[in-house]
């Protein structure tokens, strides 16, 4: 089992900028991928970024550019830096990870983080 705590929500005004944290704990060796998704209100739950064991990253298109995702392995965190924050980024964000073979494939989520930006 894997365990996510996100944080780093908030309220901000156009074109500013915050942080996402997720922090993992439990059986984190088994994590092959760390992403972030958001649901915005009568929307369904969609794809923001993600980031693999390797290091590798993808973005949806509608982020590319202002977000960045990054991890801390030390601190078993990763982060989405968000910039130039737009209404439409408006939603909550869940942090997720994905295991995989060898391990059961599973995804496990966070409990959300509510990022409100304001026009």
């Known amino acids: 089992q894997v365990q996510l705590v996100a944080s780093g929500g908030g309220v901000v005004q156009s074109g500013g900028s915050l942080r996402l944290s997720c922090a993992a704990s439990?059986?984190?060796?088994?994590?092959?991928?760390c992403g972030w998704y958001r649901q915005a209100p009568g929307k369904e739950r969609e794809f923001v970024a993600t980031i693999t064991r390797g290091g590798t990253t993808d973005y949806a298109d509608s982020v590319k550019g202002r977000f960045t995702i990054s991890r801390d392995n030390a601190k078993k965190t990763v982060y989405l830096q968000m910039n130039s924050l737009k209404p439409e980024d408006t939603a909550v964000y869940y942090c997720n990870a994905r295991s995989a073979p060898p391990f059961p494939t599973s995804d496990y989520w966070g409990q959300g983080t509510q990022v409100t930006v304001s026009s």
């Open positions: 439990g059986s984190i060796f088994s994590i092959n991928a």
